[in-house]
């Protein structure tokens, strides 16, 4: 009896669907032309967040109507092996930042040393070497940035 009902709604669902695409108020997948937006857009996730310290000063790099800030972030993993040594094993990431507002707090305040929260996306790309060659590169392409703490404000608290 179940199965019945299931079988029937699944039938006048696909008839439905098939209206809809003879009406042309579903596109089909086929679609040759770029410029219509799709009938269903599918969710996906790209979500990165670091908690680490910044491994160098950040630098402004890109063209000048379209700078981009660059700095390196460490995150560690630690672990114990069977024979109790312990191991620390760092990652280092390239971070860029192409908003305005925050590229211009990065400049200014980040530092190496701080301990930073990244919030971002990662991003593959290809860039050319000096030689001609293509290589590939991975970043975070950080949304936003919490800072921590600040340098010099962490020496003259302990003094």
Same mark, same amino acid.
């Not at 069977?82 to 930042?97: A, K, L, P």
């Given at each position: 009896?179940?199965?019945?009902?299931?079988?029937?709604?699944?039938?006048?669902?696909?008839?439905?669907?098939?209206?809809?695409?003879?009406?042309?108020?579903?596109? $089909? @997948?086929?679609?040759?032309? !770029?410029? %219509?937006?799709?009938? #269903?857009? &599918?969710?996906?996730?790209?979500?990165?967040?670091?908690?680490?310290?910044?491994?160098?000063?950040?630098?402004?790099?890109?063209?000048?109507?379209?700078?981009?800030?660059?700095?390196?972030?460490?995150?560690? $993993? @630690?672990?114990?092996?069977? !024979?109790? %040594?312990?191991?620390? #094993?760092? &990652?280092?990431?390239?971070?860029?930042?192409?908003?305005?507002?925050?590229?211009?707090?990065?400049?200014?305040?980040?530092?190496?040393?701080?301990?930073?929260?990244?919030?971002?996306?990662?991003?593959?790309?290809?860039?050319?070497?000096?030689?001609?060659?293509?290589?590939?590169?991975?970043?975070?392409?950080?949304?936003?940035?919490?800072?921590?703490?600040?340098?010099?404000?962490?020496?003259?608290?302990?003094?």
């Amino acid at each position: 009896m179940y199965s019945n009902k299931l079988i029937r709604g699944i039938t006048a669902h696909n008839s439905t669907i098939k209206k809809l695409y003879s009406l042309n108020l579903i596109r $089909s @997948n086929r679609t040759a032309s !770029t410029s %219509e937006e799709p009938a #269903r857009l &599918e969710k996906t996730i790209n979500n990165v967040q670091l908690l680490g310290r910044v491994g160098s000063d950040p630098q402004l790099k890109g063209t000048k109507e379209h700078p981009v800030a660059i700095f390196s972030l460490a995150t560690h $993993s @630690n672990y114990r092996y069977d !024979t109790g %040594e312990f191991v620390q #094993r760092t &990652e280092w990431h390239r971070v860029v930042c192409f908003k305005p507002g925050l590229r211009e707090t990065i400049m200014n305040f980040l530092k190496k040393g701080q301990r930073v929260h990244v919030t971002g996306k990662i991003t593959y790309g290809e860039v050319k070497g000096e030689d001609g060659k293509s290589k590939s590169t991975t970043a975070i392409q950080a949304d936003d940035v919490i800072f921590f703490q600040q340098i010099g404000a962490e020496a003259s608290s302990r003094s």
